[in-house]
């Protein structure tokens, strides 16, 4: 069996997509995913599945959520070999005990890539924040006391917790 993170975009987001994360546990589990865990109010769920088709754990969870929700919501599935390999590769800056910077991890849903997220927002500010990217990813760090200031980069954002 292989270890997955589903990402569901845009749920439980100001009283918008609300779907019970009890509810989506169950419907996870109705589709013979194993281990199943949802983190806090956020639409993460962790599970284990004999299936290694990405593309079919997508569809399968994607028809579920529209099927038991009424909702038609943008799934990432990511292995836990993927994140490891992601995280391994992060850069020296990100990921530091430093409290006054605040470290993302931004995941992009294709056919979305780097270039698109990178025209649309723009150069980021250097003496506020960095990035960097790697695969699906983008690093992202910023001055948590200079940040407030600028919303430069998007808020949607996932800090990535042990599993």
Request: net charge neutral; proline share 4%; with cysteine.
């Amino acid at each position: 069996m292989k270890r997955y993170i589903a990402l569901l975009r845009g749920i439980n987001i100001s009283g918008k997509n609300k779907v019970p994360m009890a509810e989506l546990k169950k419907g996870f589990e109705t589709l013979v995913f194993v281990e199943v865990k949802t983190y806090l109010n956020s639409g993460n769920v962790i599970f284990s599945s004999d299936e290694d088709n990405i593309r079919k754990l997508t569809d399968k969870i994607e028809e579920m959520i529209k099927n038991q929700f009424g909702l038609d919501i943008p799934v990432f599935i990511l292995s836990r070999e993927a994140l490891e390999d992601i995280l391994q590769n992060a850069p020296d800056w990100w990921g530091s005990e430093n409290k006054e910077i605040y470290d993302n991890l931004i995941f992009i849903i294709p056919p979305a890539a780097f270039s698109d997220v990178y025209n649309e927002i723009g150069e980021p500010r250097k003496e506020l924040e960095r990035i960097k990217d790697y695969k699906e990813v983008i690093f992202w760090s910023f001055s948590r006391k200079d940040y407030q200031k600028t919303n430069w980069w998007p808020r949607a954002c996932l800090k990535i917790h042990s599993w």
